[in-house]
C-alpha cells in the first residue's frame, strides 16, 4: 500500500510540474512525392529543406502559417454590412 501511493505521488507531482509544449514553428516545408504525399514543416532553410528531399523526391515550399516570433497575426477589418 505505501508503494502504491509513493507511486500516485510520484505520478501527480510529474503531472502537476509539466508544462504545455510549444507548437513547432518553421517557415519552410517539405512536401514529399511518396504515395499520401507526407508533408513536413520542420526546416529552417530553404537549402536545409531541399537537402531532404533531394533523392526521395518532392518539392520544397513556403509554410504560409508560419509566423515569427513575437509577431502577432495580421486583424481583419470587418467589411460593412451589404443591405
Same mark, same amino acid.
Given at each position: 500500500? %505505501?508503494?502504491?501511493?509513493?507511486?500516485? &505521488?510520484?505520478? &501527480?507531482? &510529474?503531472? &502537476?510540474?509539466?508544462?504545455?509544449?510549444?507548437?513547432?514553428?518553421?517557415? $519552410?516545408?517539405?512536401?514529399?512525392?511518396?504515395?499520401?504525399?507526407?508533408?513536413?514543416?520542420?526546416?529552417?532553410? $530553404?537549402?536545409?529543406?531541399?537537402?531532404?528531399?533531394?533523392?526521395?523526391?518532392?518539392?520544397?515550399?513556403?509554410? $504560409?502559417?508560419? %509566423?515569427?516570433?513575437?509577431?502577432?497575426?495580421? %486583424? %481583419?477589418?470587418?467589411?460593412?454590412?451589404?443591405?
Amino acid at each position: 500500500m %505505501r508503494i502504491f501511493v509513493a507511486v500516485a &505521488l510520484a505520478a &501527480l507531482s &510529474l503531472v &502537476l510540474m509539466a508544462q504545455e509544449a510549444p507548437a513547432q514553428n518553421y517557415p $519552410w516545408c517539405a512536401q514529399y512525392s511518396t504515395r499520401g504525399g507526407a508533408r513536413n514543416c520542420g526546416f529552417v532553410t $530553404w537549402e536545409q529543406c531541399m537537402a531532404t528531399v533531394s533523392g526521395i523526391g518532392g518539392f520544397c515550399e513556403r509554410n $504560409w502559417m508560419y %509566423r515569427p516570433a513575437g509577431q502577432k497575426p495580421a %486583424r %481583419r477589418k470587418p467589411k460593412p454590412y451589404q443591405y
